[in-house]
Each structure stands twice: as C-alpha cells, then as structure tokens.
C-alpha cells in the first residue's frame, strides 16, 4: 500500500488523512464543487474534484471514485462512514479494479448489510436476538400477518440499511399499514430497497455496541463497549464508554457474543455489534451490524489508548492486530455531535457561515472536526460540524470537563447543538445515567413521529 484514495469528506477525511500521514502513506482527496473551501482538500498531498455537489452525482458516484482512484495510480481506497463505506458493490469494484479496499470484504459487507441475514447469522451461534419475524416484506398484507403472532408494539426496520431511516413504531394494530408503507417508502428511497422487517419494540432500553476488530491472521478481539442510548429519531447525539449501567457479567458476555460473531464470519478491520439492553429484565439482545468505523470510535481510542483509523490501514495491508482484547477501562469518556442544528425549533438543519469558531482546548478535551472560521457549511451533507470528546478519570469527571468545555465553545454565524448539549449534562436524569433510546423524544417532546 503506497497511495490511497480517500473516498469521503469531512472530519472522517481529515482523520485518515492524518493516519496515511503517519503511516508514510500518499493521500488522495476527492471533494464535490460544493467542498472545494473545505480543509480534507488543503490536507491531502493530492485532491480531485469528483462532481457537482449532489452525494448521488460525487461521493455516492462508485465508477467515478474507481475511474479517479485508477488515474492517480492509488493502489487502497478508505471509505470512512456513510456515503459507500457499507456499499458491498462497492467493496467488489475496488477489488476488481486492484485497488485495496480499507474495510471488510464484500461479502461481509453484504451478509451483514442486510438485517434480516444478520439476525440469522447471528441466531446461528445461539446469540440472542430481538424477536421478531424470519425474514422481510414488501407487501404490508403479507407482514400484516405475521405481526399480530409478535404482538406489539412494534419497531418496523429497513432490512437494506439503518442510520433511523425506514424505521417506525407501531403501537396499535390498527396503525400497522400505515406505518408499514411510511417505512417502506423511506426505505427504498434511501436504500433502493423497500423491504421491512420486524422487531418487538422495548419502549426503554439502553443502545449499547461492541468495537470490534479482526485481521487476515486469524484474530478477533473486542476493545469494550460504547454507551449510545442519548439518540433522537434513532440517531446518535452521544455516546460514552464504558456503559455507565451494565455489570461486569453482562459487559463480558456482550463482548464474547461480538467475537463470537465476527470470528464466524472471520470477518477482517473494524466493525461495531449492535446490542440493546432491556435494564428492567438484565437481557441483551443482537439488532445488527456495522461493517465499518463509527462516528463515536473516538470514545474507544480514549479508553483503550488506541488509533483505530491507523489500525484499519495495518490491518488492510496485511499486518497482525497491534492489541488484544485486555484493556484497563479505568478512564471514561464521552463524545458530543456538534451539528449545525437549530435544537429549538425541533433540530432543524441551519446551514451558514461560520463567522465565529473557537473550539475548547485544554486537559481531556479533544475536538475532532474539518470545520473553521469563516466556512461556509454546505446544505448537502450530514450536519455534523465537530465531535467533542472529553474523558475524565470517571464518568462524573467527564461530565464536568463537558460542562466546561462546552462553555468555552465559541460559535457564531449559525445555529449548533451546544447548547442543547449543556443543557443536557446538567439533567439529573442524564448525571445519573437513567435514560434510554427514547428519553430525548419524551423529555425535549421532540416526536419521532
């Protein structure tokens, strides 16, 4: 591996640039024309503009990434997340192109990527999963049928993606058809793939995942938990690690059951299990897989004392796993999105320029980010601006470095989630860890629905 083609934007951009930069590797940027001012293109050693601004037309453009990737001679290609770093097709081109792919292979990508073979993989080797039905729909009579044998509520879910889209709540049966064509509308407009699946719905329950790693060596370790149960809309708003609510036994059989997966998989670079966690019974239950780095992977790096995005690089060369599964959790950490969201008027997307940015610096304070002052955030991409991590030698000391952090985090031009956030850490209810995945919807009266 000599050059590589970074085939994302953004924060994820800049991190593995870092990493290329660290590890005696030549980059390759590729920007839409609407992030042509953006900081991923300055980093790289080489940029490309890829398209006009659409993500269909540039980032989601595979042929055009494979065609650019080839012409600057790049031999690996990173995906980040989003955009084409689950795409299976994807994975299979840059391999039929001779071109490193910095991820799983294809057919993890695929086997996992769709939920309904992922729960079943999953039952297989007797890890406990959500109950729900066998396999997927498209025709609402046909799921009609088979969700008065689960009972309600129920959560309807994409079996072609995740990210919230194509997911909705059914707590009557009279709501059922409704909801199910709402689903599946959003469903295949985002994933191409109308097909629904269905779960039981736990009204409260926590949302926690194992990082996972494997390499071509045959190794499969686990490096902990990641709490991510503040969500909205089923997407993340913060995530800490450790969990501040599951028990030693629980967190050691969460993690066996992530390396038990992976290993049947022989699954190879980074990847997250997806669990949720009923408090009220002490059960956990599998909901899926995510065949790539996450967004709150820097939690992980701080507990554990590690560089994940350099290690998917290793790991994509060739090289054996630089760690193990045994680390000392002894820290806690918690990282906050900073999306350019109006949080008063229901997170509304603000769109803007940044006439004022000025991130907290300072022990245990660490901002991972591609914004600067004077930047004009494009309306076409996801909303995240920054991830704010702290640590602290507990979760109470976290807090309280979060507490003044966000304080001394200047932004003017636009509306952010900042001050959502300090009013979120100063909740009781948050301080003493008693919330679940639907807390913010029920406390901030954002609906879901």
């Known amino acids: 591996m000599r050059r590589v083609l970074i085939a994302n934007r953004g924060e994820i951009a800049l991190r593995a640039i870092r990493a290329c930069r660290q590890l005696s590797l030549e980059s390759v940027a590729v920007y839409s024309s609407a992030d042509a001012n953006s900081s991923h293109r300055w980093a790289a050693d080489h940029a490309v503009c890829i398209g006009p601004p659409p993500p269909q037309a540039s980032y989601l453009n595979a042929a055009a990434l494979i065609e650019t990737a080839t012409a600057t001679k ?105 909801r199910f064509e709402q689903a599946s509308a ?5 994933f191409n793939n ?17 990082q996972v790693f494997g390499d071509k060596h045959g190794n499969y370790v686990h490096l902990g938990e990641r709490d991510c149960s503040v969500q909205r809309r089923h997407q993340k708003l913060i995530e800490e690690s450790p969990s501040p609510i599951i028990n030693e036994t629980t967190r050691r059989e969460m993690a066996e059951a992530a390396v038990a997966i992976i290993r049947a998989l022989k699954y190879v670079n980074a990847g997250t299990i997806e669990f949720i966690y009923d408090a009220a019974g002490g059960k956990f239950f599998f909901i899926e897989m995510n065949t790539r ?38 820290r806690a950490a918690i990282e906050f999105r900073v999306n ?19 991130p907290p610096t300072g022990q245990n304070v660490r901002v991972d980010s591609h914004a600067y002052e004077n930047y004009a955030v494009p309306p076409y991409y996801d909303s995240m601006l920054a991830k704010l991590i702290v640590s602290g030698k507990d979760r109470a000391h976290a807090i309280e470095t979060a507490k003044f952090a966000l ?12 001050p959502f956030h300090a009013e979120l850490v100063d909740r009781p209810e948050f301080r003493r860890a008693e919330i679940h995945t639907r807390w913010i919807e029920e406390t901030f009266q954002t609906k879901a629905d």
């Open 186 to 190: 959003e469903a295949q407009a985002a």
């Open 74 to 178: 790049c031999d690996a290609v990173y995906p980040g997340y989003g955009f084409l770093a689950e795409n299976a097709k994807f994975a299979q081109l840059c391999v039929e192109n001779d071109l490193n792919f910095v991820g799983p292979g294809s057919e993890c990508i695929g086997r996992m990527g769709d939920k309904v073979a992922a729960r079943q993989a999953a039952a297989s080797i007797g890890v406990p999963v959500v109950p729900g039905s066998e396999g997927g729909f498209t025709k609402v009579e046909e799921a009609e049928a088979v969700a008065g044998k689960i009972g309600y509520p129920q959560l309807l879910k994409a079996s072609g993606g995740g990210g919230g889209r194509g997911m909705r709540v059914v707590n009557r049966p009279e709501d059922f058809k409704t």
């Open 407 to 418: 304080d001394q985090f200047e932004i003017a031009g636009l509306k952010t989630t900042v």
């Open 340 to 358: 350019a969201e109006d949080a008063s008027q229901n997170f509304r997307p603000s769109p803007g320029t940044l006439k004022r940015w000025r």
């Open 194 to 210: 109308g097909e629904i699946y269905l779960e039981r719905f736990f009204p409260q329950v926590r949302h926690i995942e194992i």
């Open 293 to 330: 780095i996450q967004v709150e992977h820097p939690v992980t790096e701080i507990v554990t004392g590690t560089d994940l995005i350099r290690e998917q690089f290793r790991v994509a060369a060739g090289e054996r796993l630089s760690f193990g599964s045994t680390f000392s959790q002894g």
